[in-house]
């Protein structure tokens, strides 16, 4: 491909890419969702993550149907980044893509299923030792050596096994032989400390080259000893020149020339002399030393090679092992038409009451045949965090990732459509809203409904009307949804393969929070209970005249009921 020919790259993009890394690698860099590179090549990190998301599955992507069901993907992506071991392990994991093939969203769930394996099989102490390594490879930019170190500890840390095959079939000594030359190899040349014989002609190198410089100050000290003659001076100049640095005196009486015009003609020409000489064995040493150590990153190139691709492909699995262990997360079952799971848990809150629910066939403890579940119930229920629970199932499946639940079923879906509750009451958002969330139904397709409280963006009359047709036309469509609302008792009889449930409040606890017990009743209309609302409000008003305002509120929804709560709750 031609880089104009994917998504978000324009004349501008390609051309700085082509400058920075050329055609062939910044395709390659695209294809291999290499955030780095493009980063590296002056692509601002959002634009690079937009670009490669795209282009690691267009189809995947597109399933993302709604702004609401993006957010949850970002969130969910973002969360998973926040376990990665390097700085590019974050980068690939934000570019992470719902899958529309089985087998690969198969394949990363083997691999997360092995790399968690191969991480919780480790102590402490190896733990730390795998974290450590990965710092150390961060700090250093990801170069070859750091890789090959990298490497070298992973393996002494325990990560050898049949999960990280990479890491295993190499051979230590070699990668070891090849990190001390990769060590000493850099851009400038070879560097300090590859080899003594180099290291002492650069030492007496940077001696001439200082006396060079100071040469004025070389030929005043000499005459300052008292010399006579020429011959004088020449021995007196070796005598210093031996005196002062590390360079020898035969190297000293080589350099001497044999004639001089006077003795600063003398101290010039010696030095010059000295300092090419030096320069010349220098750079032949320097030669020699550096072929010996490619040579030896050659011997190992296929092991260094594969550990180059193996260590970053290892810091993505063990940071998405190490999000998916510190979560809980398990593996769903795969396929069939159905979304359900059981002790399900929303990730974004801090201490979540876990949920059973489903729509779709499928064989966990819900209720199993509905297409559409209408949801009702208490207000502050956990209603919308059912909602966003279930969509973020359906996504981290898609992504070929483990789910926040104790066990799960979930079917492949083309479109998952997932819409808050905005509240906003006029024409444009609702003509907005449905032209967001109905073309999904009408393509071919699986979709997942998931629709929160749709009567907020038009009048109670005419949404229940309204959802009344989502709810056909989604059970017609062969589509799977969930419909929250408070509605239930305005709808007309509800499709065969459709049922409603509900989440109910029990009243106060002892600090005036609404108690409820967040897993739906299938099959029950939930209420609404404003009378816990009411009395919360009637508790902590804050002055007499709110007080009273809130107590003529009380009298309205049922004043009993709203004392008969609040003394429970005191009594608690």
């Known amino acids: ?44 990190r959002g634009r690079a993550t937009r670009i490669l998301r795209r282009a690691n599955d267009q189809a995947g992507m597109d399933a993302l149907a709604t702004r609401d069901a993006r957010e949850v ?34 394949a990363r769930l083997d ?50 096994g049949t999960a990280f095959d990479a890491l295993g079939a190499v051979d230590p000594d070699a990668l070891r032989e090849a990190a001390d ?13 590859a080899d003594d014989r180099l290291d002492d002609l650069r030492a007496r190198l940077d001696d001439a080259r200082a006396l060079e410089n100071d040469a004025f100050d070389v030929l005043e000290r000499v005459r300052e000893t008292g010399v006579r003659d020429l011959a004088d001076f020449q021995r007196a100049f070796a005598d210093y020149v031996d005196r002062e640095t590390s360079l020898s005196r035969s190297a000293i009486e080589e350099a001497a020339p044999a004639e001089a015009h006077d003795a600063a003609d003398f101290v010039s020409t010696a030095l010059r002399a000295l300092v090419d000489d030096l320069e010349r064995r220098a750079t032949e040493r320097e030669r020699e030393i550096e072929d010996d150590l490619r040579a030896a990153v050659a011997d190992a190139r296929e092991d260094v090679d594969r550990v180059l691709a193996a260590v970053d492909d290892v810091a993505v699995d063990l940071s998405l092992a190490r999000f998916a262990e510190a ?25 979540p009451d876990p949920v059973t629910y489903a729509v779709g066939n499928h064989d966990l403890s819900p209720p199993t045949g509905d297409r559409v579940a209408v949801l009702t119930g208490a207000n502050s229920g956990g209603k919308t965090t059912l909602l966003e629970t279930c969509c973020a199932v359906a996504l981290l499946a898609a992504m070929g990732l483990p789910v926040p639940a104790d066990r799960a079923e979930v079917g492949g879906f ?12 006029n024409a444009g958002v609702l003509e907005s809203t449905l032209k967001s969330i109905v073309p999904p139904l009408t393509d071919d397709g699986r979709t997942l409904m998931l629709v929160d409280e749709f009567e907020a963006i038009t009048e109670p009359g005419r949404a229940a009307d309204l959802l009344n047709g989502l709810v056909d036309l989604t059970v017609e469509r062969g589509a799977l949804g969930v419909y929250v609302t408070h509605l239930a008792d305005d709808l007309s009889p509800l499709p065969e393969a459709a049922r409603v449930d509900g989440i109910f409040a029990e009243g106060l606890t002892g600090d005036l929070e609404l108690r409820v017990d967040y897993q739906p009743r299938f099959g029950t209309v939930g209420k609404s209970t404003p009378e816990f609302i009411v009395s919360r409000l009637v508790a ?8 009273q305002g809130f107590e003529h509120l009380a009298a309205a929804v049922g004043e009993e009921a709203v004392q008969r709560t609040l003394a429970e709750a005191w009594e608690e």
Do not use: C, Q
């Open 1 to 44: 491909m031609r880089l104009e020919d994917y998504w978000g790259v324009g004349p501008k993009t390609s051309e700085r890419l082509r400058e920075a890394l050329g055609e062939e690698a910044a395709v390659d860099a695209i294809e291999s969702a290499d955030v780095r590179a493009l980063t590296d090549a002056g692509i601002t």
């Open 73 to 106: 993907y970002d969130d969910l992506l973002e969360l998973a980044s926040g376990y990665a071991l390097t700085r590019h392990a974050a980068d690939r994991l934000r570019v992470l893509t719902p899958l529309s093939a089985r087998e690969a969203i198969e």
């Open 111 to 160: 691999a997360v299923d092995d790399a968690r394996e191969a991480w919780t099989a480790l102590d402490d102490a190896g733990r730390a030792a795998v974290v450590e390594a990965f710092d150390a490879y961060d700090a250093a930019a990801g170069s070859e050596r750091a890789a090959v170190d990298a490497a070298l500890s992973l393996r002494g840390a325990g990560l050898d």
């Open 181 to 193: 030359a990769l060590g000493y190899v850099t851009a400038d040349g070879v560097a300090a400390g």
């Open 327 to 351: 979560h809980g997360l398990v593996r769903p079952i795969l396929g069939g038409d159905r979304l359900a799971v059981e002790g399900a848990r929303n990730l974004f809150l801090d201490d």
């Open 414 to 425: 083309d479109a998952v459509v997932f819409h808050r509750r905005h509240a906003s009451f």
């Open 540 to 547: 902590d008003a804050g002055d007499r005249r709110e007080r």
